[in-house]
């Protein structure tokens, strides 16, 4: 009976450690939050308002204050729809709203006199502004990720493309995954923070973003780097913070199965070669996901495999032979005829 009570103990301990996980992770959202007035400029209190998921229909809903002031502080990134109703005003619709991770979204909004029953939508406006934190940071979406052509498909690759950071320019005649460590501001190569989903997966012994640091980009939903400012949550080190965040799940069900090939009869032959080398890359790999309780909880699952075969590394080939005895002089009896035998020889 102890024994059962011993292994149920270390169950539920590691069930309830996987639940804590993400308590120590960093923000892998954003939020939304901002005053409503009316017409005049006044604060409309006790407005229910409404946030909804764009692609999922989740929904989260919350009430202005005294102040007209409302507040949403995790907002899973994505695209949103608002819905505003207060007593006496019309109700107010507002889409394409865009919240992206760690950051802060201010939305202020005016309601007009009229029926609850009469609704006025507004779309298509200038894209929102992060006013609420002097954190310096770029956002790359997800149809950024996949259209930009990458040698190994690997992410890090494309993080040269925000504002202060310096990156490696990779051939695609090495082998491997291509991780590019990164210097941000000036900081040394390692000085950064990668996390996704809030959970740091950089390698411990170099902080290179090594292998669960770089999931395919077939799962990511978007990528910010930070580069300065950046609260102080994050700590560790002082040169970045990359946040990725992986896609989720939506109410219809979704998959695909995909192949990318280098081959070498498609490659160009390199300049100092007689010839081509052989570059064979099949990276291939399938994901689906869909909705477990509509509107409420979701699912992504995806799985990758690479396969390179590679011939244009840059490191020498070693060919073993069996060693060759050295040749004695009959004459000298030295190793070397050549070499006069010193004073010190008896």
Known sequence: MSRLRLNLFFAALLLVSNFLTPAFGQQITGSIGGTIKDSSGLAVPSAAVTLVNAETDAQLQATSDETGSYQFPLVRAGRYRMTIAASGFQRLVRTEIIVNTAEQTRLDLALQVGAVNETVTVSAETPLLQSE?????????????QS??????????????????????????????????????GARRGSNNLQVDGLPTVNQLNNAPDGDGTPSIEFLGELKV???????????????????TTRSGTNDFHGGVYEF????????????????GQNIQNQYGANFGGPVFRDRTFFF??????????????????????????????RSEAPFPLTTPGPWRR
């Open 261 to 276: 090939l280098r081959n070498t009869d498609l490659n160009a032959r390199r300049f100092f070669d007689p010839k081509r």
């Open 301 to 330: 699952a995806g799985w990758e495999s690479s396969r390179q075969s590679n011939a244009n590394s840059g490191n020498a080939a070693l060919t073993t032979r069996e060693p060759t005895p050295p040749s004695y002089s009959p």
């Open 133 to 145: 934190k002097a954190t310096v940071g770029q956002v790359v979406e997800q149809r950024t990720i």
């Open 148 to 185: 930009i052509p990458l040698a190994t498909r690997n992410f890090t690759q494309i993080l040269g493309t925000s504002a202060g950071v310096v990156s490696s320019i990779y051939n695609a005649d090495n082998p491997g995954t291509g991780s590019d460590s990164v210097s941000v501001n």
């Open 226 to 244: 930070l580069t300065s400012l950046y609260s102080s949550e994050y700590g560790r080190n002082s040169g970045s913070v990359i946040n990725v």
